[in-house]
């Protein structure tokens, strides 16, 4: 079901209690670009990696949000089958009107050609997501636009606004707006009262006599003269305590819109089902919840006292149990092989399809159909490795290796970032640094290292690289071997050794300030993550 | 009409045709973002307001491109009415098949989402846009383009590419791929070769081993097995020589795209009409043209050689002798102004309306339509100066005076940027600086200058702005009198006096290179704005 900004209200408090009588929930998100990958180096530490997928997702907006609750019916007819209810919410930023100056700024977002035209190829409606997305904030913006509110009605019940300096040729207009505007709130059949078309600075005139009458019980709006013009005049509406408290809180729920699900997510501590989710997480974080923390033990911190229960599919799909039966864990592939045997295909019926034809459209990169397969996905890998069909247990052996644990793409020694434990680094024994001339190509760098068996590549720039030996029992005597050799013009060092370098030219730089910087670094000081309670991000309940 | 993907290389030859059979082109342009007038000050010199707008633009995308092409018929029996041609021109940098890698980089662009929400409330469709909008490139990345393609050709000419060093456990498929294409290349009966779906991996060794055999006459793509998978393949297609080059002409057309049109127009010198046209110029010279230079002088000769005929409508709005007829300039009051008396409103048909009913949802800042609209007042507001009906005369006094100027926004004294002429800053002897308590709003500065009439106030920050007194001959005497004053919170410095001591300072920094460099700073060095032949961007003919 398409989540918009005409259904949003009235479908919130129905969404709370599907999170909240869900069992799990499956999620997955659109966003307007993919970053640059080639910034990623194979031997990457976690540290480094955060800090680059951090970087590259930075300015992209998140387009659609797919949250799929599964769950099982407590009705005692029922046939003990998972169910769920799958909603597509469309976010764009928007700025919602009555939203004071300066709480949400008109922030300047990036996109990828290619991701637009990605997902336009797959029939995403960017018409839809302009019109109808949902707004979003973070919650220190939330916080902002309540204190904002608060402090404007603050202002309107003291008495320190005096009346505006009015220059002499604007003197008879604005008296005139005095006169018109007592007039109107002495007069009880009139509810509505709009003024003369007039320039800006004489409509910030009229916001200052207003404001300077201390008035209660109307409201003010800017109004087009027609739809042609950019004429603009003041609109002055009567309106009671209640209505304008009430029109505060929608004004609350429709600017903090879609976060509000994310708080209630957070809340309920469900366990969340993604897909290769570190960007999605980082996405969710940084547009939802607050901008992302520098260091990656930080974002840990975060993690675990936020969305502790995650789950990633495609590294479970990585499992030792599945190497011979799932050959291809691109999420779509993956779907496509657990509706196969060995795997039971289990259905699960998504019981809030609408009539409107719109879920016979979905498809794949559509966030909530993304979302559906994946709790699929993750629900027939469930059922095959502990090899009955009951219910989840989230506490299972099965599962509890691979909770907190969100799959690393393109990563020599870290399958995958754990967010409740410390990782530290291999001693990576196995591992080389490797400069060479620039016409080098991979098949030389395969050439040189034929004698140690297989090998992987993280290339650095045109004229270095790491090289990792795959078969560590290999990576023996490499530099001793190598080194034998009457060519000359390449280097090889340890990785340790290369770090240590590096480090050492580090500080050597520090001590010398006006030095440049440049290059690739690899930290590797001692990493103690123990979780620093610094930082942290509440969600109140 | 609209001229999106799979119409443009149809229409091309004709809209070429058009823009030589035109008097005069009127434009629009409509994109991604508007940028941050906040940051502009009323006292920038022309200097510094070029880098700001430039600055501002930088990564916003061109949405869509309107242009609209004036024409009398030279037909006898035609009745001497100007008659136009519109085409309203979506441009979207999507990656055209075929460009070779790393000629143009799959950029990052910006956007603001109020300006999204902007058009999408005026009728644009993103979908369009994305699905459907023509490529572009500037006119270095033509060139790289031109030399990648035949960099390619000589390649495969060549004899040096040796064949890839292959992994054991991948030469049985690969050697079973030089099988089968040698067999595809000998039976003449076959024109298509599907091999088996792969890993990128081998996909790589597959290109490079059929480059290594030096085929001529075929071509080769990845396809995916369906789409609902990742899985992909090398399709290989016989192609004769003829085909191969009418392909790669296609290509650089399809590539190259709007960019030819924009190259079309510049070649022909049509007089180019604008409204408010200094961003719309910055944004189609920086896309379809060339980066553009850091210094204004550079951006004139630029402008002087490439589109020397250009006129702004807001700007001969401004003219005196419409003082009491025109009294908003916006585009679309203008518009509605020119339709009434004392204009003589003559119709201008618009020849090339398509059938499907486009037109009649027109709109404003639909591009095509806000270049319509500019045309019209163009012409209604040169009948009326001239007090005639005759074809425009382009060597008139009346538009000589106005060719080449573009309106500045927001600026106490310069009206408009001249792309020809030298332009000094005046001695600016009725602007003051001043430095006050940061509580003061406008009306203190107001009530501080009573004494002197009319002021406008340039905000530099919340304790300084600078001050211009609107009729110089009161502003005498100002420093001695407010000096008077027995107030002491504020501090005033005539401009110029002002100026110096910032350069002064900066002078002093320069010296002193570890210390700071805040705030905004005005130059007054003397600008001797002769136009440099230095970086000089060529369009051939």
Known sequence: MDVVRNNFASLLPQIKDDIDASDFVSFDTEFSGLGQNRHHNLFDTLEERYKKVKDSCLNYAVLQVGLCFFYKNDDKDADNKY??????????????NGVPRGVVSDKV???????????????????????EGISYMTLDEESALMEALSENKEAASQSNNSAPNVPDEHKEFINQVRVDL?????????????????????????????????????????????????????????????????????LINEAVGFSKIVQHLIRSKKPIIGHNALIDIIHIFRHFISP????????????????????????????????????????????????????????????????????????????????YITGMCFLNMYYKLCQKLDSVNFHSPTLLQYQGRINMMHSFDFPYLD?????????????????????????????????FGAIQIGWIDDTSAFVGIKDGSLAKDVEQNLKDSSDSNFKITPYLRYI?????????????PSGSNHGEKHSLSPRGQSLPSSKRVKVSS
């Open 500 to 512: 240590q370098s590096q480090n050492d030219q580090q500080v050597e730089r520090k001590r010398q």
């Open 109 to 131: 977002f990036s996109f990828q050609p290619s991701a637009f035209h990605f997902l336009a190829g797959h029939s995403f409606d960017f018409n839809k997501w302009i019109k």
């Open 83 to 96: 169910r769920c209810k799958s909603y597509n919410f469309y976010t764009f930023p928007y700025k919602v």
């Open 292 to 371: 992302l923390p520098e260091e990656l033990s930080d974002f840990k911190v975060m993690m675990s006292e936020l969305i502790p229960a995650i789950f990633d599919t495609k590294l479970i799909a990585m499992d030792p149990r599945f190497r011979d039966i799932i050959s291809c864990t691109a999420l779509n592939d993956l779907y496509q092989t657990v509706q196969r045997e060995p795997f039971k295909n289990i259905p699960v019926d998504i019981v809030n399809k609408s009539n409107d034809g719109e879920m016979k459209e979905a498809s794949y990169h559509q966030a909530a159909y993304d979302a």
């Open 419 to 451: 967010i409740a434990r410390t990782q530290s680094i291999s001693d990576r024994n196995n591992v080389y640094h490797l400069t060479f001339p620039s016409e080098w190509s991979s098949s030389d760098i395969h050439q040189l290292f034929s004698p």
């Open 182 to 250: 007592t007039e109107f709130l002495a007069d009880h059949g009139v509810e509505k009262l709009d003024l003369e078309p007039c320039s800006a600075y004489r409509r910030k005139l009229i916001y200052e006599t207003i404001k300077s009458m201390r008035v209660d019980g109307i409201k003010t709006s800017t109004c087009l003269t027609s739809e042609h013009s950019s004429e603009r005049y003041i609109s002055i509406t009567k309106i009671s305590l209640e209505e304008k408290s009430k029109e505060e809180q929608d």
